[in-house]
């Protein structure tokens, strides 16, 4: 477990396919990576293009858009977590009562912190999943190729190269008009 003083890289997944309080999902994505960088103890070193990508699972619903960042972190694994879940509420996210792959204002999941395995019954990490999620492997790819995931021992690019399914996953543009 890291100490708070040790300074992480984790990967944060975002996704939005609602407005919320910032306005549409690509606002309610620019102001959430806001958010990010402003918690204490961290600091957004790389931001993905965003991807517009078909949403997961039968519910009908709008496209999602993803983005990933890279953050630089001395918090500990589940306090950040915790911010993180503070973050999607402020933009009007109810994790109580939404449908399981449903539409969301906002979803931020840790992909990555650093190369700790993390495995309780309410929280894991690498993500579950994620490897499967071309939503999160492309965005991934742009800001952490050569990471490595902790569990496989695969960096995110050769998940990627191995991906079988692009369908339903498109870049659509910058997110922020700053580079970082």
């Known amino acids: 477990m890291s100490r708070p003083s040790d300074i992480v890289?984790?990967?944060?997944?975002?996704?939005?396919?609602?407005?919320?309080?910032?306005?549409?999902?690509?606002?309610t994505l620019r102001a959430a990576c806001d958010a990010l960088d402003a918690l204490r103890h961290c600091h957004?070193?790389?931001i993905s293009s965003v991807w517009k990508t078909a949403p997961v699972g039968s519910v009908a619903q709008p496209d999602f858009f993803n983005a990933a960042v890279l953050l630089s972190t001395s918090l500990t694994p589940r306090t950040l977590l915790l911010q993180l879940h503070a973050i999607e509420q402020s933009f009007g996210?109810?994790?109580n009562e939404e449908v399981r792959f449903g539409p969301r204002t906002l979803d931020l999941d840790?992909?990555?912190?650093?190369?700790?395995?993390?495995?309780?019954?309410d929280f894991k990490v690498p993500h579950p999943r994620y490897a499967e999620r071309g939503f999160v492997?492309?965005?991934?790819?742009?800001?952490?190729?050569?990471?490595?995931?902790?569990?496989?021992?695969?960096?995110?690019?050769?998940?990627?190269?191995?991906?079988?399914?692009?369908?339903?996953?498109?870049?659509?543009?910058?997110?922020?008009?700053?580079?970082?």
């Open 9 to 27: 890289q984790a990967c944060i997944a975002l996704g939005s396919n609602l407005e919320s309080s910032a306005g549409s999902p690509l606002q």
């Open 44 to 46: 957004i070193e790389k």
């Open 137 to 180: 492997l492309f965005p991934l790819s742009e800001i952490a190729p050569s990471m490595v995931d902790p569990k496989s021992g695969l960096s995110v690019e050769s998940l990627l190269r191995s991906f079988p399914n692009h369908d339903g996953v498109a870049r659509f543009g910058q997110l922020s008009a700053s580079d970082r």
């Open 93 to 95: 996210r109810c994790r």
């Open 110 to 121: 840790i992909i990555f912190y650093g190369t700790q395995i993390i495995d309780e019954p």
